[in-house]
């Protein structure tokens, strides 16, 4: 397998010779561990699997801190992490400023797994948003903390919108860089 992608006319970057095997865990800042457990475990129902309760030097804080993280597991053995610091000084300058503004995870799941946990979102009375993207159909729900968490089905034909946009990911790229706008995604639906 070529490990050179063209990423530009006239530059080569060697690519790693094995990608990254899955995400091991992304990890956000939270107010409140037993809140979010409540949210992830209870009303989604993403099992807590790892409690470790820490102290230590915090870089960006310029000092030692005690924090609790927990994960909670993705079946592909990925896993979502959350940060609490036992100070609120500590929360205030760590936690994610904007979550709301197009900062998100996303899951991708069955059709079965999809409606379950629409049922489950609206059974406590939680906002939901589901959007249609022609590529993915995603339901969107805020966490307590302001993380919005996505959850996505690939249509059946989704193996050949892949292969598609990987043989045209560079030169549409480089297009948008150039500024020409022109919607590519003739698989979402019209609204």
């Known amino acids: 397998m070529d ?3 063209k990423t530009a006319p006239g530059k080569n970057v ?3 010779q094995h990608a990254p095997e899955r995400l091991h865990h992304y990890a956000f800042v939270v107010k409140d561990q037993e809140i979010n457990r409540q949210f992830f475990e209870d009303v989604l129902g993403i099992p807590l699997v790892a ?3 820490e102290k230590g030097h915090h870089r960006l804080l310029g ?3 005690e924090f609790c993280h927990t994960f909670f597991a993705v079946g ?3 896993a979502l992490a959350f940060f609490q610091y036992a100070d609120d000084d500590a ?3 760590l936690k994610c400023q904007r979550a709301d503004r ?3 995870i996303s899951f991708k799941v069955d059709q079965a797994t999809f409606d379950e946990l629409s049922e489950r979102i609206k059974a406590v009375g939680l906002e939901l948003r589901v959007i249609d993207h022609g590529y993915c159909k995603s339901l969107y729900v805020p966490s307590p903390d302001g993380l919005t968490v996505e959850f ?3 249509p059946p034909h989704g193996n050949k919108i892949d292969a598609w946009q990987k043989s045209i990911a560079h030169a549409e790229l480089a297009r948008w860089m150039k500024g020409d706008r022109t919607t590519n995604n003739d698989e979402r639906p019209s609204h």
Do not use: F, P, V
């Open 102 to 104: 197009g900062q998100h």
């Open 91 to 93: 929360y205030e300058q």
């Open 3 to 5: 490990n050179t992608s």
């Open 76 to 78: 592909d053995g990925s």
């Open 63 to 65: 000092r030692e801190i």
């Open 51 to 53: 409690t470790w309760c």
């Open 152 to 154: 996505a089905i690939d």
């Open 14 to 16: 060697k690519l790693l």
